[in-house]
């Protein structure tokens, strides 16, 4: 059974900061690992995927990287600003998207 | 364009009522799921239907039921609620089974169920 662990739970940093949220998966053996962004009392909204046969992908501030061999993504957000805000979730696709329980991200002005 | 639409937002329960969340999709999309969010326990799977009169069961089924009434729609059915039922209710649609490795989901704003 594939299992999705994120870390930190949560983090605080100073707007301006660049940081890095991580994301770990037991199974390898994934379609594509994707990253969600969820605002409070809201749904999800798809930030980025990275199909398996890839190693990264970008939009805009946003990086995020796929190691399947070491069962690892990283999202990477440049210059962060308070409306960054929010909780992060990655998703493995396998035979169905197994999520983990997210980074609740806060940036200080 | 809606994307995926949820009804009702928020709704009390008392143990043992039967209630129907609503879940419509405008993206032509063949694939639909029913999640549920929970502090400590993230998302989980309940059930989808990856095409218009299919449904399969997910990770935690058990106390719901599940229609796909067309390709737009797709209801999940409490006949019996319980106060474990007490989550945040999501609807997600996708444009394959999952099993694309280009395939994403969309989701739906959520329906916050309490049961008493």
């Known amino acids: 059974k594939q299992e999705v662990t994120q870390i930190p739970a949560a983090l605080s940093v100073p707007e301006g900061e660049n940081l890095v949220l991580n994301c770990s998966f037991t199974d390898s053996a994934i379609y594509n690992l994707q990253w969600f962004r969820q605002d409070p009392g809201k749904g999800l909204t798809s930030l980025l995927l990275i199909q398996s046969s890839q190693r990264e992908q970008t939009s805009g501030r946003l990086n995020a990287s796929l190691d399947k061999s070491s069962g690892r993504s990283t999202l990477y957000i440049a210059a962060s600003q308070p409306g960054d805000s929010a909780t992060y979730l990655c998703?493995?696709?396998?035979?169905?998207?197994?999520f983990g329980e997210g980074t609740q991200l806060t940036v200080n002005p | 364009n809606a994307g995926v639409t949820q009804t009702p937002k928020f709704q009390v329960l008392k143990t043992g009522q039967s209630m129907t969340l609503q879940c419509a999709q405008d993206?032509?999309?063949?694939?639909m799921y029913w999640y549920r969010q929970d502090p400590g326990m993230g998302l989980r799977l309940i059930y989808y239907?990856?095409?218009?009169?299919?449904?399969d069961k997910g990770e935690v089924p058990n106390g719901y039921n599940v229609s796909r009434l067309n390709k737009r729609e797709f209801s999940l059915r409490l006949e019996s609620a319980a106060p474990s039922q007490t989550s945040v209710y999501f609807c997600a649609s996708s444009e394959y089974s999952g099993t694309s490795s280009a395939d994403t989901q969309y989701f739906g704003p959520g329906t916050r169920l309490t049961v008493l």
């Open positions: 993206m032509n999309h063949n694939s």
């Open positions: 998703a493995s696709s396998g035979s169905r998207l197994t």
């Open positions: 239907s990856a095409s218009e009169g299919t449904t």
